[in-house]
């Protein structure tokens, strides 16, 4: 049964990140603490696990054949995906180093702060 949650977890992701561009953050971390009862860090280290590579390809090569994203466009991801690769070392340090009760209270005041820009 638990892979049967765990599928529909990232069934749940990758729909919505093929929509929105989201998922690990909102969708499996989340979903990982409250169903599974992962520690912050773990339910994090996880989602990024998971995420390495199904997320992007298939959903780039959809959009690219769709005309909707041009080779500038992979170039900007690119260049983005580089900041990613630094940035996500240094996230996971700090969040290491930080409790999982102030980690996940961040995480949801990030959220909010999110939901209401989005919203405005």
């Known amino acids: 049964m638990q892979f049967v949650y765990l599928f529909a977890i990232g069934i749940a992701a990758g729909m919505l990140s093929g929509m929105f561009g989201v998922g690990g953050g ?9 169903l599974f009862g992962m520690s912050q860090q773990t339910a994090t280290g996880t989602s990024l696990m998971a995420l390495l590579l199904p997320v992007g390809i298939l959903g780039v090569i ?14 900007f ?7 990613l690769f630094a940035g996500a070392l240094f996230g996971a340090k700090i969040a290491l180093g930080m409790s999982g009760e102030m980690l996940r209270r961040g995480f949801a005041i990030f959220l909010v702060l999110v939901a209401i820009r989005l919203w405005i």
């Not at 909102?26 to 409250?34: D, K, N, Q, S, T």
């Not at 909707?68 to 466009?73: E, G, M, P, V």
């Not at 991801?77 to 900041?83: E, S, T, Y």
Request: overall charge neutral.
């Open 77 to 83: 991801g690119l260049v983005i995906a580089l900041g």
């Open 62 to 75: 959809e959009y690219f054949r769709s005309g909707k994203i041009s080779i500038d466009n992979v170039w």
């Open 26 to 34: 909102v969708i499996i971390v989340p979903a990982l603490v409250l």
